[in-house]
């Protein structure tokens, strides 16, 4: 299975989105790349750790492709915007696609470079190798999934 982990704003919303897609076999929400090792919810909220609330994705690419996963990732986030995402606001909702296989960088820079395209404003997403992940709270696992009326800032339907 191929990994990809997608800092998309609240990664209750991102979870939810990307777990109903043919070929993606496995999700899980944490923080990535900030300084803080083993980072709390509530640590992350402080705005001081570094870390982004991500999602972190295996999927089969005979099913479905890194191309296409970026695609629908960028119907579901505006790149443009800095630290914020709906209405959440904070460096740990900033956008972001960290890469565990250094062969997915020409794919996703081209798929950087065609969605640039779409916009006047300079995209501000973070591509860059994972250099940390930590799993986020089992609370947070398949939250909408638990809570159907809770708070998502991605039209899921």
Not at 13 to 27: C, I, L
Not at 109 to 125: F, G, M, N, W, Y
Not at 129 to 153: F, I, R, S, T, V
Request: charged share 25%; with cysteine.
């Amino acid at each position: 299975m191929k990994k990809i982990v997608l800092a998309g704003g609240c990664f209750w919303g991102m979870e939810a989105y990307f777990s109903r897609m043919n070929g993606v076999v496995k999700t899980e929400v944490g923080y990535a790349n900030g300084e803080t090792l083993e980072p709390t919810y509530e640590q992350v909220c402080t705005n001081t750790t570094g870390h982004a609330e991500v999602l972190y994705l295996e999927y089969d690419e005979n099913l479905i492709t890194l191309e296409t996963l970026l695609e629908h990732f960028w119907k579901v986030i505006d790149p443009t915007s800095l630290n914020r995402q709906g209405g959440d606001i904070g460096s740990q909702y900033r956008t972001g696609i960290y890469y565990l296989d250094v062969s997915d960088v020409d794919v996703i820079k081209h798929s950087l470079d065609e969605e640039q395209t779409k916009h006047a404003k300079p995209i501000v997403t973070e591509v860059g190798n994972l250099d940390y992940y930590h799993p986020a709270e089992e609370y947070h696992q398949k939250y909408l999934k638990k809570n159907p009326g809770g708070y998502c800032h991605i039209k899921l339907d």
